[in-house]
């Protein structure tokens, strides 16, 4: 008997494609600078934009109950654009050099015009969000814009540690990508049926958290040519994830005497890389990932009990599906 495949992405997004539309249009509006410069940058930045999954999960909750307001997309486009701000600036933190197989922002520019248009769009998200009169998505989009640069913080932090524990690395996936998600679930359902807020938050935590799991795993698991990184990208900036961490305790000394060969190289082989992630996987590092990522995932869809059933709220449900099981 056939498992069943997960769900794509589309199949999340039917619901609400069309105010997709609608968002990506706003996004557009908001955008230019009246600045030849900061407006190729900007044209740019936005022919790099992912797949709208945050603003998806905002416009979901939004209709659960059935009462979506047109607010709802102008915020959408606001946490797409706070969204690839932090993006711009991870990539020129880190240097690194290509997302999505096209060269960052930094690499095709400069490291300053990286930081300058990153802190452009989350001025600009502000300024958009004050538009609608309200505090309360000031406040919350501030809250989270806060907390993804303590994640940031923590991440710089961790470089060339192999002492962050597991409860490091759940404070810096709480930060870095559940504050972003809840912050989007919890601003659909406040302005859709608004009893639906506090559970739709903790679900966009749950789910961010299951999320940022399952792409440090892939980072493992998957080749270059779906992610559009290389494989072990992690591994090669000495950045410690939840594989490794649930592996090092498992290791032998021999085998944690290569996992530090690696972290000491400034510039790992493919071969040293490849070493590292077999000995993970031999030490069930992946497995225990995968577990936690499910676990987080169960949390989510608990979250989504006694919601007001519908279109919206079934494809929330597939979003779990689609985070857990995703392969890029």
Do not use: W
Not at 39 to 59: A, C
């Amino acid at each position: 008997m056939f498992e069943a495949a997960p769900p794509t992405l589309q199949v999340v997004k039917e619901p609400v494609a069309q105010r997709l539309e609608d968002v990506e249009a706003a996004i557009l509006s908001m955008v230019p600078a009246d600045y030849e410069a900061t407006d190729q940058v900007n044209d740019y930045i936005l022919s790099l934009r992912g797949k709208l999954f945050r603003p998806t999960l905002l416009l979901l909750a939004n209709g659960v109950g059935d009462r979506p307001s047109e607010k709802a997309v102008r915020l959408a486009a606001v946490v797409e654009l706070i969204h690839v701000a932090t993006l711009v600036h991870d990539d020129a933190v880190d240097h690194s050099v290509r997302r999505r197989g096209l060269p960052t922002v930094n690499a095709q520019f400069s490291h300053q015009v990286a930081i300058i248009m990153g802190d452009y769009l989350y001025s600009r998200a502000l300024m958009e969000a004050a538009l609608l009169g309200d505090v309360d998505p000031i406040y919350i989009l501030g809250y989270a814009a806060n907390r993804m640069t303590v994640g940031e913080m923590r991440q710089l932090m961790s470089h060339d540690s192999l002492t962050f524990s597991e409860a490091d690395y759940v404070r810096l996936c709480e930060c870095k990508t559940a504050a972003l998600m809840a912050a989007a679930c919890e601003l659909g359902g406040m302005y859709g049926l608004g009893v639906t807020r506090e559970p739709l938050r903790e679900f966009g935590f749950n789910l961010g958290m299951a999320f940022q799991i399952t792409d440090d795993l892939l980072d493992y698991t998957v080749s270059a040519d779906v992610t559009g990184k290389p494989s072990g990208q992690d591994l090669r900036e000495h950045k410690v994830t939840l594989p490794l961490i649930a592996a090092l305790g498992e290791m032998s000394a021999a085998q944690r005497d290569i996992v530090r060969q690696l972290f000491r190289d400034p510039a790992p082989t493919d071969d040293a890389v490849r070493s590292v992630i077999e000995t993970v996987a031999r030490n069930g590092g992946l497995e225990y990932a995968r577990a936690r990522g499910e676990e987080y995932g169960d949390r989510a869809r608990e979250r989504l009990d006694g919601l007001p059933v519908g279109d919206c709220l079934d494809a929330l449900h597939a979003a779990v599906d689609f985070v857990t099981q995703r392969q890029s």
